[in-house]
């Protein structure tokens, strides 16, 4: 006899149904969710992008119907606003439902076909009010131990004074082949709390959470660090990922360098964090290592324990 999954029998809608090897009905994401009494919401919705739905993270938000957790409906992959990404079959786990059908149900996923096109970006919009750096940037480079002119010459940097919403910022190009494809900028005030405000959607032609922020300057070996100004220490074959969340699209990235070396803050949350990167990398081909260093965080780091760094990654 064929099994239903739960007690919720659902009338075929114009179709035959379709089970797994495992004898669960094949469900899409949303009819799962629903069927476990899930809120979320769907494509179409303000907060959703095309082709997701969103849900309470389980994890750093659950029942606080902020629905931080995206799961992209043509894959089994997850992405949380706050804490990063999760495969779904976790996140099911993690809701209730047993890992042996989780699993089952995901193996099977249906995938429903696109009822949006996703937005083309063909430009990048680049903030007004761009000019090389003025003195009070390079100054605050100078005291985070940068020499500006070095900087400004290998990473394209630019300052920016007068902004309705960037004001007194470091303007930092995120590029791709050569390609300008995003930015994001970096506070020089010690009193403005948001430290990096990085391009919108309607701003960027690739998604810079899709990115690697120096990948330009990585060949065989990568080192893989949090924000632009750690890449900046370490040099080029550095690259950021602008915090410990990463995605999908990133992580894929990274496996395509043969030699990875994680470099995260020394703070507990972020080497966790580094800890879950290197477990979705281990399933690449390639060697993947976690390397803490003496500083707090690679930014910092001395010239000495860059040198030394660089030496072990083979940069």
């Given amino acids: 006899m064929l099994a239903s999954f739960g007690s919720c029998y659902r009338k075929p809608r114009g179709r035959l149904p379709?089970?797994?090897?495992?004898?669960?009905?094949i469900m899409t994401a949303e009819e799962i969710l629903e069927d476990m009494g899930i809120r979320f919401l769907r494509t179409g919705h303000h907060h959703c992008r095309p082709g997701w739905i969103q849900l309470?993270?389980?994890?750093?938000?659950?029942?606080?119907?902020?629905?931080?957790?995206?799961?992209?409906?043509?894959?089994?992959?997850t992405h949380c606003?706050?804490?990063?990404?999760?495969?779904?079959?976790?996140?099911?786990?993690?809701?209730?439902?047993?890992?042996?059908?989780?699993?089952?149900?995901?193996?099977?996923?249906?995938?429903?076909?696109?009822?949006?096109?996703?937005?083309?970006?063909?430009?990048?919009?680049?903030?007004?009010?761009?000019?090389?750096?003025?003195?009070?940037?390079?100054?605050?480079?100078?005291?985070?131990?940068?020499?500006?002119k070095k900087i400004a010459r290998l990473w394209q940097v630019q300052g920016i004074r007068i902004h309705s919403r960037l004001p007194w910022r470091i303007y930092i190009p995120i590029t791709y082949r050569g390609e300008v494809v995003s930015w994001t900028t970096r506070t020089i005030s010690a009193e403005v709390s948001q430290r990096y405000?990085?391009?919108?959607?309607?701003?960027?032609?690739?998604?810079?959470?899709?990115?690697?922020?120096?990948?330009?300057?990585?060949?065989?070996?990568?080192v893989v660090v949090e924000g632009p100004m750690d890449a900046w220490n370490v040099g080029p074959g550095a690259c950021a990922m602008f915090g410990t969340a990463f995605t999908s699209a990133q992580v894929r990235r990274i496996a395509q360098h043969p030699y990875r070396?994680?470099?995260?803050?020394?703070?507990?949350?972020?080497?966790?964090?580094a800890e879950e990167l290197a477990l979705q990398l281990s399933a690449s081909s390639g060697?993947?290592?976690i390397i803490n260093l003496d500083a707090d965080d690679p930014g910092s780091a001395t010239p000495k324990e860059i040198r030394l760094l660089r030496r072990a990654t083979k940069l």
């Fill in 287 to 289: 060697i993947t290592e």
């Fill in 18 to 25: 379709s089970w797994t090897s495992a004898g669960f009905l």
């Fill in 81 to 148: 606003w706050k804490c990063g990404g999760h495969f779904a079959d976790l996140v099911l786990v993690e809701l209730g439902m047993a890992k042996t059908k989780a699993r089952a149900l995901l193996k099977g996923l249906d995938i429903p076909e696109p009822t949006e096109s996703p937005v083309s970006r063909n430009v990048v919009r680049i903030p007004s009010g761009l000019e090389p750096l003025p003195k009070a940037h390079r100054e605050y480079l100078r005291g985070r131990g940068f020499n500006p």
């Fill in 197 to 222: 405000i990085s391009a919108s959607a309607e701003e960027e032609k690739m998604n810079h959470k899709s990115m690697l922020y120096g990948q330009d300057y990585c060949h065989h070996s990568i």
């Fill in 261 to 273: 070396y994680i470099v995260f803050d020394n703070t507990t949350d972020a080497q966790h964090r």
């Fill in 56 to 77: 309470d993270c389980p994890w750093c938000g659950p029942d606080s119907q902020k629905y931080h957790l995206g799961w992209n409906l043509s894959s089994n992959y």
